[in-house]
């Protein structure tokens, strides 16, 4: 089991910058893959960002390759999500979600989510 709670999110203006935080309470935080997902109204949860937890490549959404930073501190138990060069787009509910030893971009994947954090990017 492991519970999940994100912090960070606010508004932002284009072209600037947020750090998301997600901290996890459990035992075994190593053994889960973590990762963020978006979601805007009338739309799925879409992949933002991953780090497994066998350590594999980490996987980024094209939308946000070069501008989307994910870390993670298996001590701390947490992840942040540093999102540079922030555009309207970008405007979402961004959720921290956790599955054990998996490795999946798909949100049905993920039986662990927190609440979520808004993030509004105005242009």
């Known amino acids: 089991q492991i519970q999940l709670v994100e912090s960070g999110g606010g508004l932002a203006q284009a072209g600037g910058s947020l750090t998301l935080s997600c901290a996890a309470s459990t035992h075994s935080f190593i053994s889960y893959t973590i990762a963020w997902f978006r979601q805007t109204p009338g739309k799925e949860r879409e992949y933002v960002a991953g780090?497994?937890?066998?350590?594999?490549?980490?996987e980024y959404a094209d939308s946000v390759k070069g501008r989307f930073t994910i870390s993670r501190n298996n001590i701390e138990d947490r992840v942040w999500l540093q999102m540079n060069s922030l555009k309207p787009d970008d405007t979402a509910v961004y959720y921290c979600?956790?599955?054990?030893?998996?490795?999946?971009?798909?949100?049905?994947?993920?039986?662990?989510w927190g609440q979520g954090t808004q993030v509004t990017v105005s242009s």
């Open positions: 780090l497994t937890w066998s350590g594999a490549p980490t």
């Open positions: 979600a956790a599955a054990w030893r998996k490795e999946s971009t798909d949100a049905r994947e993920y039986p662990y």
